[in-house]
């Protein structure tokens, strides 16, 4: 089963798949921090696009989309970042891809294209920590917890359990706050790569 994850740099969501077996593949602008044979750099629609994909996870920017920069956006929306960013969105989604999930921060993709299928934390698949997640989803099911951790959370000091907010200023910071931590990617693989493979079987 083919599977493309765009718009990521650190291979996290790409070798999960990868070691479930499947033929995984990153996209992005950046090179990869992973192992490069797997990954294509470069503008992802095209390839998203070709016709060759049983299941794509999108990662889009979320710098012009998020409601953690409401204060700017009256300057994204003026220059146009904001309708770029939420047109390449619109274009992931409509990617001739029969599986897509595409996930972001809480952002205006909620008001001025639909609202999530699910919002997920990192608490819920094994890491003590917050980070609200929204999935857009198309044709896969909501991801199931695997390992809900959140009472251990909520014992630790709020500097702990919202650690990617503490994270000191740097030149990777934002690389850091945007990467799928590892046990949202292993549910990503074991439970959609099975619907994806079971699709692929029937076909």
Known sequence: MRVLVACEYSATVRDAFRAKGHD???????????????????DVLPVACDGSWDL????PPCTDLAVSGAPHFAAKIADGRQGRAL???????????PLIALENPVSVISSKIRKP????????FGHPEQKTTCLWLKGLPALVETENVREA??????????RLHYLPPGPNRWKERSK?????????A???GGVASQMARAA
Do not use: Y
Not at 24 to 42: E, K, N, V
Not at 153 to 160: E, H, I, T
Not at 180 to 188: E, K, Q
């Open 24 to 42: 995984a593949w990153s996209c992005d602008l950046l090179p990869t921090d992973g192992d490069p044979r797997w990954h294509i750099q470069g």
């Open 56 to 59: 794509m996870i999108a990662h």
């Open 87 to 97: 047109d390449f969105v619109r274009a992931l989604l409509n990617a001739p891809i």
């Open 117 to 124: 299928d699910q919002i997920v934390h990192p608490w819920m």
């Open 153 to 162: 959370m909520l014992a630790l000091p709020k500097n702990q359990r919202e």
């Open 180 to 188: 799928t931590v590892p046990g949202i990617a292993a549910a990503m």
């Open 190 to 192: 074991d439970q959609w």
